[in-house]
């Protein structure tokens, strides 16, 4: 669910396919009969015919590299094995990182270059998270608010890991 204090902006469009953008805010997973995948992006709202996972696989080719290697490097650079982050692309640096397991297709992915606060929601029958982005766009997970956070610290320790090697190089 998504908040938008400029509705009139939030279009929702249906797309065969998406590639990541410096945009993208946020993709999150919704079986429907005419889509597989909400993407929200700063001023327009996408329903997509990929899952989660396809979009971002097939955002890291377009980019330069398979899902596969950038797993990989992550994995390497932070010396974890699961729930890594992942630069979809090096220039401008996008990174995402996924909510849960990536193969679980209840797996939403944000970006947290656009990512404000990341705060807890309750009431009598459930929690939730509230991700709040800049541009005062909201959306609602049922990850938990630690979860959550300790991605983003994961997703920053990423960009310090590369930014380190690639200093080394230079």
């Not at 999150?28 to 015919?49: C, F, G, L, S």
């Not at 097939?58 to 094995?81: F, K, M, P, V």
């Not at 992915?109 to 606060?117: E, G, K, Q, Y």
């Not at 509230?130 to 541009?135: E, L, S």
Request: glycine share 2%.
């Amino acid at each position: 669910m998504i908040h938008n204090g400029n509705e009139k902006t939030d279009i929702a469009l249906i797309a065969n396919n998406y590639i990541i953008s410096p945009c993208t805010l946020a993709i999150v997973p919704q079986r429907a009969m005419t889509h597989d995948t909400i993407v929200y992006e700063k001023d327009r709202t996408i329903r997509v015919k990929q899952t989660p996972l396809q979009i971002i696989k097939a955002s890291c080719i377009e980019h330069g590299a398979t899902y596969e290697g950038r797993r990989q490097s992550s994995c390497h650079l932070l010396h974890l094995t699961q729930k890594v982050p992942i630069v979809i692309k090096e220039k401008p640096m996008i990174y995402t990182f996924p909510s849960q397991s990536p193969n679980n297709f209840s797996t939403s992915w944000l970006f947290p270059r656009h990512i404000s606060t990341i705060t807890i929601e309750s009431n009598k029958t459930n929690q939730q998270t509230t991700i709040t982005f800049h541009n005062k766009k909201q959306i609602h997970l049922q990850e938990s608010t630690y979860q959550l956070k300790q991605q983003c610290i994961k997703t920053i320790a990423l960009h310090y890991a590369i930014k380190a090697s690639s200093d080394i190089i230079s």
